[in-house]
């Protein structure tokens, strides 16, 4: 029977930074603090599927943090009580620096690009996330890009789940460049970070993308799969997605979906492609599911760590 793994991930960012028009400078998160009522209605997804939905929570942890308010850990320790709250509820923690010197609250944030530059950032970084007391396993670099060098950095300091890949997109004012990347969990060649190698420590659980056709699109594009978008987007996305596996009998799939707390809590400003609603999302998880389901296949929810883990023992000769 084909499997699907569903995983859905969370990116802790400031409101706003995800938007068409991203400011790089904003350090605010009023979605987050709100994030209350999404927890509920997983719960109420959980209940309706027969099935718990573990979520990968990425929280920031980098320098712009550091720099501005004081602390590389602000986020983990702010958020103290939910933190403590998800992983009870075997949710997983996982680290999501942006890379980004930042002098002063006034001056622009500038993306650090520079291969050599990023991996003293990481290096030094990850002396204040190694502290804390979660086992993390599980990366994503903040916009979406790697570079070899930082691949390899984060395998050394024993991560073995990376997902910043974002297969098909290039980036516009950042490195990120995932053209021709497989659109499924594969092993990065060494020196080239966007395709498939042998098989190596870390494992690369790419951001799924498929086509999305917003309101202002002249087309469908390839976009990431975003539960927090309108319920009718979400669902065109979905029905000709399903059609890739109608009929087929065998198959193990990973689908990583993203999205970000302000996409998901309640706005005064209306949004044509984001809903922004915590039960518009559970819907859009409900309709995923009944699709796979109505193609008499199976899913499963896990996290990112026991996808990775779930994937190696189906797919590799040496699990784990």
Aim: hydrophobic letters at 40%; a negative charge; proline letters at 7%.
């Amino acid at each position: 029977m084909t499997r699907h793994l569903l995983c859905l991930t969370i990116d802790t960012d400031p409101d706003g930074l995800s938007g068409v028009r991203h400011n790089r400078g904003v350090l605010e998160w009023n979605g987050l603090a709100r994030v209350g009522r999404l927890l509920d209605e997983l719960d109420a997804l959980s209940a309706s599927m027969a099935a718990r939905m573990p979520v990968t929570w990425f929280v920031r942890a980098d320098g712009q943090l550091r720099d501005i308010l004081g602390d590389t850990l602000y986020l983990i320790n702010e958020f103290s009580e939910l933190w403590d709250k998800v992983t009870a509820c075997s949710h997983e923690l996982a680290w999501h620096p942006h890379l980004y010197r930042q002098p002063a609250r006034s001056a622009a944030p500038c993306l650090i690009s520079d291969p050599l530059e990023a991996c003293e950032e990481l290096t030094m970084l990850w002396e204040d996330v190694r502290t804390v007391g979660s086992a993390w396993r599980s990366f994503r670099n903040g916009e979406g890009w790697h570079c070899a060098e930082t691949l390899a950095l984060i395998e050394e300091l024993g991560f073995v789940n990376d997902s910043t890949a974002l297969p098909g997109l290039k980036g516009d004012d950042n490195p990120m460049d995932w053209r021709g990347s497989p659109n499924h969990p594969f092993f990065p060649l060494t020196d080239r970070p966007c395709t498939a190698g042998p098989e190596r420590r870390l494992l690369e659980l790419p951001m799924n993308t498929w086509l999305v056709n917003a309101p202002y699109d002249t087309s469908a594009k390839r976009r990431y799969m975003n539960p927090a978008v309108h319920e009718a987007i979400f669902r065109k996305s979905v029905d000709v997605w399903s059609e890739s596996f109608s009929g087929q009998e065998k198959g193990f799939y990973v689908w990583v979906l993203v999205c970000h707390p302000d996409e998901v809590m309640e706005q005064q400003k209306p949004s044509p492609l984001f809903a922004y609603s915590p039960a518009s999302l559970r819907r859009n998880l409900q309709y995923l599911c009944q699709a796979i389901q109505r193609n008499g296949q199976h899913f499963e929810f896990a996290n990112l760590a026991q996808a990775g883990d779930k994937w190696r023992a189906h797919c590799c000769r040496q699990p784990g």
